[in-house]
């Protein structure tokens, strides 16, 4: 079934239409009516879901923004100011909702709002599905805050420019880290300490009132602060569920390849669980350091799940499949307990997957193993325009990237020549996201292999 496409006019109108006069519109649907009445209670923060504003005309700013924790309501020139005129020295890369530029803000800027480094996020024009992610981001990051989520510090919805400004992340993404492999590989205490933090961000999501599915759990929305913090970002797909009931929209699948559920895929049946198998995809990637999907192997090992899983239940076997940019400095108790937890992640029966809460129950002890093959290894830390060669102790891997994280910082905050290189090949990716049904489930039978 072909998805629904709202068109930016139809579900935000322009600030210019607005006008605050909210009593002139008429109410035809009950979403509507409750985000009016919402509109009109100014003082108490009320809790918004996406389905609120499924099918309506009314906009974001019609409600004054009651329900948004802390959140700044920029103009597109302000915008423009921070990003030096969204700049190419700004540029940070584009993922499908638009580019991403560097800006800063100081005290001065806003009341309230403290100075610092953001991250400016523009939907590119096209409209359409995209606006629903601006949406998406705004209702549902403007809401809910958590360490592991990344911090929505505002919007900006004028005319029809659609921007998000975030918390500024020092070390990108997990992508980078674990693929391209800057700076050399991430050691093991640092890879669990991520995925460990991301594990909390999934579970404070389904843990909400109405669970938030999140959908698009990747390396690539993972974003990293200067000590290796993982916090989520990209809520752009995200759902409470409750959109479900009244349109097309959430029938058709949307995710990205290689990640997405088997019964997600093969039947659109989206739970938390489908998020727990994305997150299986990617501790996979972090044993292995292989990519969910690598287009150019050979047709049998090119889904990383069916190849790789099997694997994991045979201690002789999974040696075998772990990077090799490790070079055996990990816990293998810890390696193990991981390589078990990620087999019942990626079970193909979601019942049978661990909730989130039990994947940060698992995953926390194991960074206090500490059968970690001792010796120096070398370690790069990137710095603008040069390398620097440390050994660091592989046992307190994870304190020892923080110290030479700090040292690092005082040198160049942010190696941003060296990020712009980094991200000029990403300059012209559009997110594979796949709102096609049929696509995903000509992939699906191929993919998956049933098992348990
Ligand atoms: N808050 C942030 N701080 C620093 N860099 C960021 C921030 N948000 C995004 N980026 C960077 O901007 C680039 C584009 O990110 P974006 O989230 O739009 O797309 P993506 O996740 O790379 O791709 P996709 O759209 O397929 O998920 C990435 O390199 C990302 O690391």
């Not at 019609?62 to 020139?77: G, Q």
């Not at 389904?206 to 599915?213: L, S």
């Not at 929209?249 to 997405?260: C, D, I, L, N, R």
């Amino acid at each position: 079934m072909k998805p629904m496409r709202f068109s930016w006019k139809n579900i935000c109108l322009p600030i210019s239409c607005i006008n605050n006069n909210t009593n002139q519109k008429t109410t035809t649907n009950p979403s509507k009516e409750r985000l009016l009445l919402l509109s009109r209670q100014n003082s108490v923060p009320s809790k918004v879901y996406m389905s609120d504003f499924s099918n309506s005309t009314i906009s974001l700013n019609d409600l004054s923004s009651s329900f948004l924790v802390n959140i700044h309501i920029f103009t597109y020139e302000e915008l423009k100011t921070i990003t030096q005129g969204f700049s190419k020295y700004n540029y940070l890369g584009e993922g499908g909702f638009g580019e991403v530029y560097k800006g800063f803000v100081d005290d001065s800027f806003k009341t309230g709002l403290k100075a610092q480094p953001v991250a400016v996020k523009a939907l590119k024009r096209e409209g359409g599905q995209g606006h629903r992610e601006w949406l998406a981001e705004v209702i549902i990051l403007g809401q809910l805050k958590h360490p592991h989520l990344v911090n929505l510090i505002g919007y900006c919805c004028e005319d029809d420019h659609r921007l998000l400004v975030y918390e500024y992340m020092e070390r990108g993404n997990l992508e980078e880290h674990l693929f391209q492999k800057y700076g050399g590989a991430l050691p093991w205490l640092t890879r669990v300490k991520i995925l460990l933090g991301a594990a909390k961000g999934l579970e404070f999501l389904h843990k909400q009132e109405k669970p938030v599915i999140y959908r698009d759990f990747k390396p690539s929305n993972i974003l990293l602060s200067s000590d290796f913090s993982s916090k989520l970002s990209d809520f752009g797909l995200a759902t409470d569920g409750s959109e479900e009931e009244d349109s097309n929209f959430t029938k058709s699948v949307m995710g990205t390849e290689g990640y997405a559920a088997p019964e997600y895929i093969s039947a659109g049946h989206l739970t938390t669980m489908s998020d727990v198998f994305s997150f299986g995809v990617v501790l996979l990637e972090m044993l292995t350091a292989r990519n969910a999907v690598e287009k150019y192997r050979a047709k049998k090992g090119r889904n990383l799940v069916e190849w790789g899983r099997p694997m994991l239940k045979d201690p002789n076997k999974l040696e075998r499949i772990i990077d090799p940019s490790l070079e055996g400095k990990y816990s293998v108790e810890g390696i193990r307990k991981v390589a078990v937890l990620t087999y019942q992640c990626l079970s193909h029966n979601p019942k049978s997957r661990p909730t989130m809460t039990t994947v940060v129950k698992t995953l926390q002890p194991i960074l206090d193993l500490k059968d970690i093959q001792n010796g120096p290894f070398v370690y790069i830390v990137p710095v603008a325009g040069s390398i620097e060669v440390h050994d660091i102790k592989c046992k307190d891997d994870v304190k020892v990237v923080k110290e030479e994280t700090e040292k690092e910082a005082k040198v160049c905050p942010r190696h941003q020549a060296g990020r712009r290189k980094r991200r000029k090949h990403k300059a012209m990716k559009s997110r594979a996201v796949y709102s096609d049904t049929a696509l995903y489930k000509s992939l699906g039978s191929s993919l998956y292999t049933p098992a348990n």
